[in-house]
């Protein structure tokens, strides 16, 4: 008899990702029915895979099995926020909130709630720094200038992402531009 189980997974934010947790399920005997990020379902033999192995293999690559549905509900909102901001240029057809609702169907004011409970910052906030965290990866690499880079973000102006930028890093971003050591975290690791 075959078991099929659906499984959510924290820290799936990469193609890279993807190929790591398809080698490590097919790894233990199961058949990848469907992946895509944050979310995989698999086939296998009933009685053949235990939860416990698919723990083990997951946090060996820094993922984490989610169980319970708030944090399957933070992590799918991440997940949302951060392929937003992923995709350049961010051209928002809808506002955040919008997008959220209508990818999630859950109304904007309980996920906001619950976001700001379970990680201690809103989602807007979030938001702004998985933009700035963006912002710093451009800077590095150097094909644009700063207005292209708020273009490529969607900031109405460069003034605009200059402010949020000094507000969160503490630093202008020709003063980033200017250090050695640049503090990058993967946007899977902002909070």
């Not at 080698?23 to 053949?48: C, H, M, T």
């Not at 102006?157 to 050695?180: I, R």
Request: with cysteine.
């Amino acid at each position: 008899m075959l078991e099929i189980k659906e499984l959510q997974i924290k820290g799936m934010v990469c193609r890279r990702c993807l190929s790591t947790v398809r080698r490590e399920l097919e790894a233990l005997g199961a058949e990848i029915v469907d992946l895509e990020l944050g979310k995989v379902i698999i086939k296998y033999p009933e009685n053949s895979i235990k939860t416990e192995d698919i723990e083990k293999a997951l946090i060996r690559n820094d993922f984490e099995l989610l169980t319970d549905e708030e944090n399957k509900t933070i992590e799918k909102i991440k997940l949302i926020l951060i392929d937003l901001v992923d995709h350049t240029p961010l051209i928002m057809k809808m506002n955040l909130s919008e997008k959220l609702v209508n990818s999630l169907n859950k109304d904007y004011t309980s996920l906001s709630k619950l976001f700001s409970r379970i990680e201690g910052i809103t989602i807007e906030k979030y938001f702004i720094q998985l933009k700035i965290e963006k912002a710093k990866e451009f800077i590095q690499y150097d094909q644009l200038n700063f207005t292209e880079v708020a273009y490529e973000l969607g900031y109405s102006s460069v003034n605009y992402l200059s402010n949020q930028f000094k507000q969160t890093t503490g630093m202008s971003m020709s003063e980033y531009k200017k250090l050695s050591d640049w503090d990058r975290k993967p946007l899977d690791r902002i909070l």
